[in-house]
C-alpha cells in the first residue's frame, strides 16, 4: 500500500498527501479503527518530509478522517456510508445500483444536446488555423488595470462582495450601465435593469417569463442569425420565423408581408440591428425606423441584442432600437461587454420596463440567486477607473486593422464569393449556389484550416449551405493571409467541379 503515491503539480504537498489518504479510506483501502503508520515511516515511503505528514495528518483529524490516541498514533474514523473493500457492487449491494440516464432525460433536455453546436463542433488537430472563434484576443486584455480594478474594490468593501449579493444585481454597476444606456440616447424613464450572467442567460429568462399567446409560442428574427438565440427560442418552445437580411439590414418587405398575413401570431421579435451576427451587417438608420413602426402597429415586443455594438471601425454611431422608442417600452435590451472586454467576467443586463425587470428579477433569484457580485464590483472598477475607453481605443485600432487584412485577403483569393460585414469580430462569405460549405470545410481540416460553416445560423435544415462565417479576432496576420488563401485554393476547387 502507498506506493501509487505521486506528487502532481505546484500544490501543497501536505494537502496531496492528505486528500491521497483521505481517498484511500474512502475508498475502504484502509479501515475503521485500522493505525496508520507513524509520521516517520509514512514520510520514508512517501518520500516527503516528516513535517509535510504531520500536517497532513493534522488535516484528516480536522476534516474528520482519523483520530488520534495520545502516545499510539493516528487511526481511521468509522464513517457511516463507508464502502467495503473491493465491493464494486457485485452482491447486489446499493454501490450496483445503475440508472440509464438517457431513458429518463427530458424534450429539453434531448433537444439540447441536439442543437449544442459546441458538442457538435469541428475537432482540429494541433496547430490548426481557426476562424471558428469570434471571441476577444486575450493578447489585448489590460491585465494591469483588471488588476487594479480588483484591489481597488476588495480594498473598499471586500468582505461585503464575498458575501450573498442581489439578485437584481450590484447597485453601484446597475447605476453606472443605466448612464451608459442614457448616454446611447435610450430614455430610462420608467425603465430598470437586471444584472446576468451574460446575454445568453439574460435571453433565456426573458422567454421563460414571457406568455405564448397560443400553446405554441411564435417568434420572428433576421436569417440567418446568432446561433445560441434559434437554439433557445426551440428549447423554449417557439416556432421561428426567420426574414432574409440585405445589404442594409432585415428585409423590410418581407417582414411587413408576413406581419400582413398574419397579423397576430408573432409574440415576439429577436433582432441584432448593430454588426450582427453572423452577417456583421449594421440596419440602416432608415430600417431601424421602418422596423419600429412595424412592431409598434402589430404590437409585437423586441428582444434587442446589443452584441459588438462598441466595435464601430467607421460612420456615425447608429442608435439601437430601444432609443428610437422613446419613452416607449416595447423593447427589451440585452447588453453584454463579452465579445468586447472580458469573456470570463460573465456580466451582461437586461434593460427594460420597470414591470418586466421586477418579474426578471424574481426569476433570476429563483435560478441562480444572484450574478458573482464578486465580477461586478470589478467591472464596475474597471469601468469607474476610466479604463474602457482607452481598452476600446486600441481594440477598434487592432480589430479594424486586422478586418481591413482579412477582407482583403478574401477579396484576392475568394473573389466569387459575396462578402458582409460592416465591423465586429467575423466576415460573412456567400459563395455562388450549388457550393457545400461543410464539403469545402471538410477539403479545407485537411489542410489545416477551419471555419464555421453559415447553415448553422439559418433557421429552416437546408438553407444557407454555401455560407460560411470567418472569425479573425484571435488569428495572427500571417494565419489570416494563408488560411483564406488556403480556403480559397480549395474553393475553386468546388467551383470547377
Not at 425587470?357 to 477607473?385: F, G, M, P, W
Not at 482579412?406 to 466569387?416: D, G, T, W, Y
Not at 472569425?471 to 494565419?479: A, K, L, N, Y
Request: overall charge positive; some cysteine; proline content about 4%.
Amino acid at each position: 500500500m502507498f506506493q501509487d503515491f505521486k506528487l502532481v503539480g505546484d500544490r501543497p504537498v501536505a494537502i496531496q498527501v492528505k486528500e491521497y489518504v483521505k481517498r484511500l479510506i474512502i475508498k475502504g483501502a484502509l479501515q475503521a479503527d485500522q493505525k496508520l503508520p507513524s509520521t516517520r515511516e509514512m514520510s520514508d515511503v512517501l518520500k516527503v518530509s516528516r513535517n509535510t505528514v504531520i500536517a497532513a495528518y493534522e488535516g484528516l483529524e480536522d476534516d474528520g478522517f482519523t483520530y488520534a490516541i495520545p502516545g499510539k498514533g493516528s487511526y481511521v474514523a468509522v464513517m457511516s456510508g463507508q464502502l467495503a473493500p473491493n465491493n464494486g457492487g457485485a452482491d447486489g449491494s446499493a454501490a450496483a445500483w445503475q440508472i440509464d440516464w438517457k431513458t429518463r432525460m427530458n424534450e429539453y433536455a434531448v433537444s439540447a444536446v441536439e442543437l449544442d453546436m459546441m458538442k457538435q463542433g469541428i475537432r482540429a488537430k494541433k496547430g490548426t488555423i481557426s476562424f471558428t472563434s469570434i471571441a476577444p484576443d486575450e493578447q489585448l486584455f489590460d491585465l494591469g488595470d483588471v488588476r487594479r480594478a480588483f484591489l481597488d474594490r476588495m480594498a473598499i468593501e471586500g468582505q461585503v462582495l464575498l458575501n450573498y449579493g442581489y439578485a437584481k444585481g450590484y447597485k453601484p454597476l446597475i447605476d453606472y450601465l443605466m448612464r451608459y444606456m442614457e448616454n446611447k440616447g435610450v430614455d430610462i424613464s420608467g425603465k430598470d435593469m437586471l444584472i446576468t450572467s451574460g446575454f445568453t442567460e439574460g435571453f433565456d429568462i426573458v422567454l421563460s417569463a414571457l406568455r405564448p399567446s397560443a400553446r405554441r409560442g411564435a417568434a420572428i428574427c433576421e436569417n440567418p442569425t446568432h446561433h445560441t438565440a434559434i437554439k433557445n427560442l426551440k428549447l423554449q418552445g417557439y416556432e421561428v420565423t426567420g426574414i432574409p437580411m440585405e445589404r442594409d439590414g432585415i428585409g423590410v418587405n418581407q417582414l411587413e408581408a408576413v406581419l400582413q398575413k398574419q397579423p397576430h401570431r408573432f409574440d415576439l421579435a429577436y433582432l441584432t440591428p448593430s454588426y450582427h451576427n453572423p452577417t456583421g451587417i449594421v440596419m440602416s438608420p432608415a430600417k431601424r425606423s421602418a422596423v419600429m413602426k412595424l412592431m409598434m402597429r402589430y404590437q409585437i415586443p423586441v428582444i434587442e441584442d446589443g452584441f459588438n455594438e462598441e466595435l464601430r471601425y467607421s460612420g456615425a454611431h447608429v442608435a439601437p432600437l430601444i432609443a428610437t422608442a422613446g419613452q416607449g417600452n416595447g423593447v427589451i435590451y440585452i447588453g453584454s461587454f463579452s465579445k468586447v472586454l472580458f469573456p470570463g467576467l460573465r456580466v451582461g443586463w437586461v434593460l427594460g420596463d420597470r414591470a418586466l425587470i421586477d418579474h426578471l428579477e424574481s426569476i433570476k433569484r429563483a435560478r441562480s440567486i444572484h450574478t458573482s457580485t464578486l465580477d461586478q464590483s470589478v467591472l464596475y472598477q474597471y469601468l469607474l477607473n476610466g479604463n474602457f475607453d482607452k481598452y476600446i481605443k486600441k481594440a477598434r485600432m487592432e480589430y479594424k486593422r486586422k478586418y481591413e487584412l482579412a477582407k482583403a485577403c478574401c477579396e484576392a483569393h475568394l473573389p466569387e464569393a459575396r462578402l458582409s460585414g460592416d465591423g465586429g469580430l467575423h466576415l460573412f462569405l456567400t459563395l455562388p449556389e450549388g457550393v457545400d460549405t461543410r464539403r469545402l470545410l471538410e477539403a479545407c481540416t485537411d489542410q489545416g484550416v477551419i471555419f464555421t460553416p453559415g447553415d448553422r445560423f439559418f433557421i429552416q435544415e437546408g438553407e444557407g449551405t454555401n455560407t460560411f462565417r470567418l472569425g479573425f479576432s484571435r488569428v495572427t496576420d500571417e494565419h489570416i493571409e494563408r488560411g483564406i488563401r488556403i480556403i480559397g485554393q480549395q474553393a475553386r476547387s468546388f467551383l470547377k467541379a
